[in-house]
T-cell receptor, first 109, second 114 residues
Framework: QKEVEQNSGPLSVPEGAIASLNCTYS??????FFWYRQYSGKSPELIMS????GDKEDGRFTAQLNKASQYVSLLIRDSQPSDSATYLC?????????FGSGTQLTVLP | EAQVTQNPRYLITVTGKKLTVTCSQN?????MSWYRQDPGLGLRQIYY???????DKGDVPEGYKVSRKEKRNFPLILESPSPNQTSLYFC?????????????FGEGSRLTVL
């Protein structure tokens, strides 16, 4: 059974702080890793993808992948109230993706 | 506008009454997939399709059917719905055959089975 584990939270950070979201996965065959953001009552939207070990930065977002530790993380710098959402980690191959249950993030003004 | 469109968005039905949730994408994507989302369980894949006439089971296919007769459409069929199929359903498509995790999601269909 392929599993992706996330701390469900809720995680609260003050505005301007760094939010750190973590995820572990069980399938060593996973080749692709993603972070989706889901606002309450809305559909998930892709914010980051990462395919190789190391860091990948996109604006205020940095994804980190460590395949040896089966660990993926997302850092959000200068957090804004608009970042308040549930963040879903996903891992998989070309055909199938397994999602974690999500971490609820609240950024306090 | 590029989008994935699901219908209906909300549906209340009764046990055993067959229903179909339609999904259509206008982005010419080859890969399409259905997920259900339940509290505490996250998104779970029901079925996926790599191309026209090619479908395969995901993690929770029991009680569901799909078809892919056209590239743009991927309907989800519940032949005999049961209360445990009450859930929020998402259809998604992907442009990249090699990286089908880069998904575009529809707005979701909330289904209640009484």
């Amino acid at each position: 059974q392929k599993e992706v584990e996330q701390n469900s939270g809720p995680l609260s950070v003050p505005e301007g702080a760094i939010a750190s979201l973590n995820c572990t996965y069980s399938d060593r065959g996973s080749q692709s890793f993603f972070w989706y953001r889901q606002y309450s009552g809305k559909s998930p939207e892709l914010i980051m993808s990462i395919y190789s070990n190391g860091d990948k930065e996109d604006g205020r977002f940095t994804a980190q992948l460590n395949k040896a530790s089966q660990y993926v993380s997302l850092l959000i710098r200068d957090s804004q109230p608009s970042d308040s959402a549930t963040y879903l980690c996903a891992a998989g191959s070309a055909r199938q993706l397994t999602f974690g249950s999500g971490t609820q993030l609240t950024v306090l003004p | 506008e590029a989008q994935v469109t699901q219908n209906p968005r909300y549906l209340i039905t009764v046990t055993g009454k067959k229903l179909t949730v339609t999904c259509s994408q206008n982005m010419n994507h080859e890969y399409m997939s259905w997920y259900r989302q339940d509290p505490g369980l996250g998104l779970r894949q029901i079925y996926y399709s790599m191309n026209v006439e090619v479908t395969d089971k995901g993690d929770v296919p029991e009680g569901y059917k799909v078809s892919r007769k056209e590239k743009r459409n991927f309907p989800l069929i519940l032949e005999s719905p049961s209360p445990n199929q009450t859930s929020l359903y998402f259809c998604a498509s992907s442009p990249a055959m090699a990286n089908t995790g880069e998904l575009f999601f529809g707005e979701g269909s909330r289904l209640t089975v009484l």
